[in-house]
């Protein structure tokens, strides 16, 4: 096994105001990205939420929950899943006013943001499961369907979704994808209204919503980042990628989209550009292709978890147990500040 390497970091993109510099296809366009780091060490950093102080985020595989001032500063753990005895998870985050929420193995938990203990605001009866939050309340999507939890009461409506991919919510609505397509209800309960049918390969990808479309990757002979209206009706293919994004998410009219490879596309929703910027978000190895992406103002914060592998390794396969010699992942990480603006000669 050679040295393959990857980092986990949680970045800070600190882009100009308004819509992405525009260019006429998806290349390079002759900017620079100033790097500053805020912390480091931060294994599978998976999912990230921001609110008006601080940066939260989770860990792929376990439920261990973190946060830290936008502009950098201390961490605080906000929650253990070594402490509390997590089953695993750390597929999503989300905030209302008060509270994080988080999934944690077969548990859909929230946390003061504040600190303090957790609370269980339902049971996810069966993995995989993505979840969300509003005012409201929070949400969950797993193979089985999609489940309101409000005030200790949980509500599923039944949606067959074998291969379930990320649900995202609304002022007034719920939307998800899986192997079957883009689906929308109210989120009050109703009716479920399929947007786009499948089926179709999703494999790790995520939804983002603006105030009219819907935003999704599919496979096929179109295989990239599509849009679709809210109340239904044609999708457009919007940026050709050739694996789903780690996430993405819509900012002053951008959707941006992180990359498996930690590259951060821009597509301006306007004109249609697409911007690929000169930035890779770090990361790399088996928890790669999980990340986050959140939008606040001019900033973007994304997080993109990874392990590396030291080497070269040599496995004697003749001997009894080969392979036991490998040493395990070791997990680094960073979070840093990248600042758009032009290139240096």
């Not at 959707?255 to 550009?273: F, H, K, M």
Request: hydrophobic share 35%; net charge negative; glycine share 14%.
């Amino acid at each position: 096994m050679s040295g393959v390497y990857a980092r986990a970091s949680i970045i800070v993109l600190a882009v100009a105001t308004g819509a992405c510099p525009r260019s006429d296809s998806a290349t390079d366009a002759p900017r620079a990205l100033t790097m500053v780091e805020i912390t480091s060490d931060q294994p599978g950093a998976s999912a990230v939420a921001v609110d008006a102080t601080h940066v939260y985020w989770n860990h792929v595989g376990s439920g261990t929950v973190r946060k830290a001032p936008r502009t950098g500063g201390e961490i605080t753990t906000l929650y253990d899943d070594q402490s509390q005895g997590s089953a695993g998870g750390g597929r999503s985050i989300a905030l209302d006013r008060d509270h994080v929420y988080f999934d944690d193995g077969f548990a859909l938990r929230r946390v003061p943001k504040a600190g303090g203990p957790p609370e269980t605001v339902g049971k996810l009866p069966i993995l995989p499961a993505w979840v969300t939050a509003d005012g409201d309340g929070a949400y969950s999507l797993g193979i089985r369907g999609v489940s309101s939890h409000s005030e200790g009461e949980t509500n599923t409506t039944p949606s067959s979704e074998p291969e379930p991919c990320d649900l995202a919510v609304d002022a007034t609505h719920l939307y998800w994808a899986g192997s079957q397509g883009v689906r929308t209800m109210p989120k009050g309960g109703g009716e479920v209204e399929t947007l786009v049918e499948g089926p179709f390969s999703l494999g790790l990808c995520s939804l983002a919503l603006s105030e009219t479309h819907v935003f999704y990757w599919r496979s096929g002979t179109d295989r990239g980042v599509h849009a679709v209206p809210k109340s239904g009706g044609a999708s457009k293919l919007l940026a050709s990628t050739y694996r789903p994004p780690a996430d993405m998410a819509v900012g002053q009219g951008v959707l941006y989209v992180l990359e498996g490879s930690g590259q951060v596309l821009g597509v301006d929703l306007a004109s249609g550009d697409v911007e690929r910027f000169k930035v890779y978000v770090p990361g790399g190895g088996v928890s790669s292709s999980w990340g986050g992406l959140a939008v606040d103002g001019d900033h973007i914060f994304a997080a993109r978890g990874g392990a590396y592998f030291g080497g070269p390794v040599h496995i004697d396969l003749t001997k009894p147990n080969a392979g036991s010699e490998v040493p395990p992942p070791k997990y680094s990480g960073a979070v840093v500040a990248l600042r758009l603006g032009p290139a240096q000669d």
